[in-house]
């Protein structure tokens, strides 16, 4: 497992939730929810700054067939942005966040909580889950999670999934 701090990122049209882990990688806890829009590659951006992050993943909505709509689309678009302002000094990587939102609305939802007056902590919650899970993936196969949002890293995982695509229909 690499060393270092890294932050999650839970995209969404409203808010981004964001997590941090400890510098060991073993446990991802909610930070911050950034309201989105002008501003916000600059927070996140402060964030990992200020955490000394040496990774940020980005939750990837993919559907339970494994296709990206319109909302994956806006991830990616958001992780290049965000690699873009961070000047490709820091890894920026995509990470399947399957159900990330689903997991943390029911754990609200179990403490009695209601989602519209949680909605901000939710998203922290999701980027935790997301993050967590890219945490766990990369202890148990020693590859860093997901893959790379720019770069020939990034085209080759698009051609991938299209070939997939075409194969599967």
């Given at each position: 497992?690499?060393?270092?701090?890294r932050?999650?990122?839970?995209?969404?049209?409203?808010?981004?939730g964001?997590?941090r882990?400890?510098?060991?990688?073993?446990?991802a806890?909610p930070?911050?929810?950034?309201?989105?829009?002008?501003?916000?590659?600059?927070?996140?951006?402060?964030?990992?700054?200020?955490?000394?992050?040496?990774?940020v993943?980005?939750?990837?909505?993919?559907?339970?067939?494994?296709?990206?709509?319109?909302?994956?689309?806006?991830?990616?678009e958001?992780?290049?942005?965000?690699?873009?302002?961070?000047?490709?000094?820091?890894?920026?990587?995509?990470?399947d966040?399957?159900?990330s939102?689903v997991?943390?609305?029911?754990?609200?939802h179990?403490?009695?909580?209601?989602?519209?007056?949680?909605?901000?902590?939710?998203?922290q919650?999701?980027?935790?889950?997301?993050?967590?899970?890219?945490?766990?993936?990369?202890?148990?196969?020693?590859?860093?999670?997901?893959s790379?949002a720019?770069?020939?890293?990034?085209?080759?995982?698009?051609?991938?999934?299209?070939?997939?695509?075409?194969?599967?229909?």
């Amino acid at each position: 497992m690499r060393g270092g701090v890294r932050l999650g990122i839970d995209v969404g049209d409203v808010r981004i939730g964001v997590a941090r882990s400890d510098p060991s990688g073993l446990l991802a806890v909610p930070v911050e929810t950034v309201a989105r829009g002008e501003g916000d590659l600059d927070r996140i951006a402060a964030l990992v700054a200020e955490s000394e992050a040496v990774e940020v993943v980005v939750g990837l909505p993919v559907s339970l067939s494994g296709g990206e709509g319109p909302a994956a689309q806006k991830a990616r678009e958001f992780a290049r942005a965000l690699a873009e302002r961070l000047g490709g000094t820091i890894s920026v990587r995509l990470f399947d966040e399957r159900l990330s939102t689903v997991s943390a609305q029911q754990g609200f939802h179990a403490q009695g909580l209601r989602t519209k007056s949680t909605r901000a902590r939710i998203d922290q919650a999701a980027a935790a889950i997301i993050l967590q899970s890219a945490l766990d993936t990369e202890r148990s196969t020693g590859s860093p999670p997901g893959s790379a949002a720019t770069g020939d890293s990034a085209r080759r995982e698009r051609k991938r999934q299209r070939r997939g695509r075409a194969s599967s229909e």
